[in-house]
C-alpha cells in the first residue's frame, strides 16, 4: 500500500524516539534493528533486482529490519512494482511523494518515517552491494555517529567505473568541497550511508537541500554539531541511468552548500550526548 506524503505532511513529520519504537511489532522485543532506505524516482526497470537482493541479504542475516522504497512522485510503474514485492515481504514498506521533490526529499522521508535504531541510505541501484554494510557498521559500533561509504580511499574498490568525464567532474566537486566545507571527506556522494537513529533525525530533521546536493549538506550538518563521521572504503559498481546533470547540478550543490555553511556557521544547533544515548553497542 502506498502511503502518499504531500510537501506539507513531509515537513512536518514528526521524528521517532526510540521510546517510541517499542510497541511497533510483536511488543517492546519487536524494536528494529535496521531500516533500509531506498529513494526511487522513475526506478522500474532497475528496482527489481535491487529488492531481490535486499531480501535475500537481510533475511540471510536474521535480524529485525525494514526496507522503506520511498517514491518520489514516479510517473512509470515503481510503485506498482514495490506493491508486488510488499505482498509477499512484509518487512517492505512503500513511501510516496505526491510529486516530484528530489533525492534528498525522498531520503528524508525515510529517514524520519524509519524505526530503525540503525538507518542505512542505498541508492536504488545498489552500486554497493549490502555486503559492505558490515565495515560501516563495525565503525559505528566503533563510535561514529554515521559512517559513509567511498570510492576515494586506497582501501575502495571501484569494479565499474563512470565516465572519464563523469569521475573527473566528481572530482572537482569533491576538491571544492573538501577545500571550502567538507576538508576531511574525500567521497560525499556515494549513496551508501549508515546512520545511527539519533543522527539521522538530527541532521534530517531541517534538510534544506531537497535535491541531490543534500548527501554534502547532511555531513555539514554533522561536522558542525561535533557528530563523529567515518569514511569507509567500500566496493562500487556503476549502474546506468543516473539522472545528475554533472555540470548544472554539481554547480548548484556547490551554491547550496555555501549558502547553508554561512547560515549555520550563525549558530547551529548541536544535539545532547548524540552518541552516549543512541549508538548501538
Known sequence: MLTKHPTEQMEALPARRPEQEEGRGEGPSAVVDLSVIVPAFNEHHRLGPTLDALQVHLNAEGRRYEVLVVDDGSSDETAALVSSFAAGWPELQLLGLDSNQGKGAAVRL?????????RLFSDADLSTPMSEMAKL???ISSGADIAIG????????VEVHQSVYRERMG????????????PTLRDTQCGFKLFTAAAAEFTFGELACRRFGFDAEVLLRASLAGLK??????????????RVNSMRDSFQMLVDIWRLRRRLRRGPARPRSISKRHNPG
Request: hydrophobic share 45%; net charge positive; no cysteine.
Open 110 to 118: 525515510g529517514m524520519l518515517a524509519a524505526h530503525g535504531r540503525l
Open 137 to 139: 557498521e563495525a565503525e
Open 150 to 157: 567511498s570510492r576515494a580511499l586506497p582501501q575502495s574498490r
Open 171 to 182: 572530482r572537482v566537486y569533491n576538491l571544492v568541497l573538501r577545500q571550502t566545507v567538507l
Open 229 to 242: 563521521v567515518a569514511e569507509v572504503g567500500v566496493v562500487w559498481r556503476n549502474a546506468e541511468g543516473t
